[in-house]
C-alpha cells in the first residue's frame, strides 16, 4: 500500500510570493489533515478534511491560508501571500474515517526568504 | 481548547539508560497515540490505547494509558541510539480532532 505522498519535499521563496502545496493521501482514506510543524516542536492542525468537506478549519489563518480538496482525494494547501513567519514544515495526513490512526507524508519544508 | 503537555521537552541520555515521556491532559480522550519523527520525515505511528489502565508493549518500548484517559507514558528501557528521535503524543477527541503534544526530543549517545 503506498504511503501519503507530498510534493514539492523542500521550496524556499521570497516574501510576498505564493506558494502550494500537494498532497496524495492513502487509498480509502476519508480524512485528511494538514499541519504545521516547527522545528522541535508538536504538529498544530491547520485543517481536517471528511472526504472533499472541511470539517475543522479554525486554525487555518484565512487571510493568507487556503485549502482543497475538490474531488474528496488529493488535496492542496496554498499560502499567498507568504511571509517570513509561514517558515516550517507542512505535513500532510490522512485516516479512515472514524479511525485515530493517522499515516503521514514526509512534509514539505518551506522556508521564506 | 484541549491541550497536551509532554515532558521532559529534550532528553540527552547514554546508551543502556532507561527513561520515561510523560503526557498529560486536564481533558478524556477516546483514544491516544504515541507518534516517533526521525529528521526530515513525518511521524510515525508507535501504538494506539484506547482503554483506561491499558499497557502495552513494543520490544523495549512499555506504553500506558491512565485510569481516568487523561495521561500517558513511555518508557523506554535499555535505549539505543537507534532510539533517537522526537516523541509524540497525540489523542483523538470524540469529535475526531487529533491533537499533538509539543514532542519530547531524545537523545541517545553511544
Known amino acids: 500500500e503506498a504511503g501519503v505522498v507530498q510534493s514539492p519535499r523542500y521550496k524556499i521563496i521570497e516574501k510576498k510570493q505564493p506558494v502550494a502545496f500537494w498532497c496524495n493521501p492513502i487509498s480509502g482514506h476519508n480524512t485528511l489533515y494538514w499541519y504545521r510543524q516547527n522545528l522541535g516542536q508538536g504538529p498544530e492542525l491547520l485543517i481536517r478534511y471528511e472526504n472533499e468537506e472541511a470539517v475543522d478549519d479554525s486554525q487555518l489563518p484565512k487571510d493568507r491560508f487556503s485549502a482543497e480538496r475538490l474531488k474528496g482525494v488529493d488535496s492542496t494547501l496554498k499560502i499567498q501571500p507568504a511571509e517570513l513567519g509561514d517558515s516550517a514544515v507542512y505535513l500532510c495526513a490522512s485516516s479512515r474515517m472514524g479511525q485515530a490512526e493517522a499515516f503521514f507524508g514526509q512534509g514539505t519544508r518551506l522556508t521564506v526568504v | 481548547t484541549q491541550l497536551l503537555e509532554q515532558s521532559p521537552q529534550f532528553l540527552s541520555i547514554q546508551e543502556g539508560e532507561n527513561l520515561t515521556v510523560y503526557c498529560n491532559s486536564s481533558?478524556?480522550?477516546?483514544?491516544l497515540q504515541w507518534y516517533r519523527q526521525e529528521p526530515g520525515e513525518g511521524p510515525v505511528l508507535l501504538v494506539t490505547v484506547v482503554t483506561g489502565g491499558e499497557v502495552k508493549k513494543l520490544k523495549r518500548l512499555t506504553f500506558q494509558f491512565g485510569d481516568a484517559r487523561k495521561d500517558s507514558s513511555l518508557h523506554i528501557t535499555a535505549a539505543q541510539p537507534g532510539d533517537t528521535g522526537l516523541y509524540l503524543c497525540?489523542?483523538?477527541?470524540?469529535?475526531?480532532?487529533?491533537?499533538f503534544g509539543q514532542g519530547t526530543t531524545l537523545q541517545v549517545k553511544p
Open positions: 497525540a489523542a483523538s477527541s470524540n469529535t475526531g480532532k487529533l491533537i
Open positions: 481533558s478524556v480522550f477516546s483514544s
